[in-house]
Nanobody, 126 residues
């Protein structure tokens, strides 16, 4: 059974940092990409980042580029999402997901991912 578990969310002041983790169960080792999405109350889910499992190439939405950094540690089946210079508008539930297709082209589309974690809340106070 494929399982993804996010951790690291919490409450932080604007300008602060958080690091999210996403651990994938060993039964899903044939995935190619890991994506991070977020969904704020009353808004649609937004794809914010993606990493290629093989070469570590990353993609970022303009809303987080320069502030957030995605990385992976394949031996631990874990991806990390370092979030710096957080803003109140970053407040959302953050989800990680895995999929079989490359990040390039349209990594931000939810349909490209097969399995999702339950999400972790990130709240940034002003």
């Amino acid at each position: 059974q494929v399982q993804l578990v996010e951790s690291g969310g919490g409450l932080v002041q604007a300008g602060g940092s958080l690091r999210l983790s996403c651990t994938v169960s060993v039964s899903a080792l044939d995935y190619k990409t890991i994506g991070w999405f977020r969904q704020a109350p009353g808004k649609e889910r937004e794809g914010v980042s993606c990493i290629e499992r093989t070469d570590g190439h990353t993609y970022y939405a303009d809303s987080v580029k320069g502030r957030f950094t995605m990385s992976r540690e394949n031996v631990k089946n874990t991806s990390y999402f370092q979030m710096n210079s957080l803003k109140p508008e970053d407040t959302a539930v953050y989800y990680c997901a895995i999929g079989p297709a490359s990040c390039s082209g349209s990594y931000y589309l939810s349909v490209r991912y097969d399995y999702w974690g339950p999400g972790t809340q990130v709240t940034v106070s002003s």
